[in-house]
């Protein structure tokens, strides 16, 4: 159990274009998600939490309307890169916060989404 | 949430038990020590999390000092595919706190 899906798993892209990434807890309800964001040999750098329902909340820096966040749905939250340009190209991972009672501290991560910009 | 400290990078020879050191002297009373990993170009893996006494589970064991000012995971009998970052996190309980990252430490398991 406890499932994070992303699709795609990776994605290339004209700079300038827009890029959708979903990600799925697929057993099990999730109220909260967050997006990360990791270039090459450095640590993951949290982006923005996701709440069902809500508007994101997003980090210090993170360019809320460059990384758009929805999240519809206890088990579908998406991160929609706009106007991409290569500088964004980086790993995408979001995680999935367990909601089930006595689990509400273990958080989930997806396999990720290689984004590339030309 | 406190900040930890981890060493950059450690070797452990395959099958023998790998002891990863964690720093936290900031840890305040409800926060839990957290650790993941990650293998290359993956999503990281939970591990294992506790909060004032020694944890085990399939995976690994987590020991905390007394003071909680520092832990170690310990994976007993390390695997090639043990090799990947392994972060230490402290946050706090509930529903609110977010897992933020250092920069980890990178297990390098050899035969």
């Known amino acids: 159990g406890a499932v994070v899906s992303q699709h795609p798993s990776w994605v290339i892209c004209k700079s300038g274009t827009s890029v959708k990434i979903e990600c799925r807890s697929l057993d099990f309800q999730a109220t909260t998600m967050f997006w990360y964001r990791q270039f090459p040999k450095q640590s993951l750098m949290l982006m923005a939490t996701?709440?069902?329902?809500?508007?994101?909340?997003?980090e210090q820096g993170v360019e809320k309307d460059k990384f758009l966040i929805n999240h519809a749905s206890l088990t579908l939250s998406t991160l929609t890169v706009t106007s991409a340009h290569p500088e964004d190209s980086s790993f995408y991972i979001c995680?999935?916060?367990?909601?089930?009672?006595?689990?509400?501290?273990?958080?989930?991560f997806g396999p990720g989404t290689r984004l590339t910009v030309l | 949430d406190a900040k930890t400290t981890q060493p950059p990078s450690m070797d452990c020879a395959e099958g023998r038990a790998a002891n990863l050191p964690c720093n936290h002297s900031t840890i305040s009373g409800n926060e839990y020590v957290y650790w993941y990993r990650q293998i290359h170009s993956q999503g990281p893996q939970y591990i294992i999390h506790?909060?004032?006494n020694n944890e085990t589970n399939e995976m690994a064991s987590l020991i905390i000092t007394e003071d909680r000012k520092s832990s170690t995971l310990i994976l007993p009998h390390a695997t090639l595919r043990d090799t990947a970052v392994y972060y230490c996190i402290v946050k706090g309980s509930g529903n609110t706190g977010k897992l933020i990252f250092g920069q980890g430490t990178t297990l390098q398991v050899k035969p």
């Open positions: 506790g909060l004032k």
């Open positions: 995680s999935a916060r367990f909601v089930a009672s006595g689990r509400a501290n273990e958080q989930f």
């Open positions: 996701s709440n069902e329902g809500s508007k994101a909340t997003y």
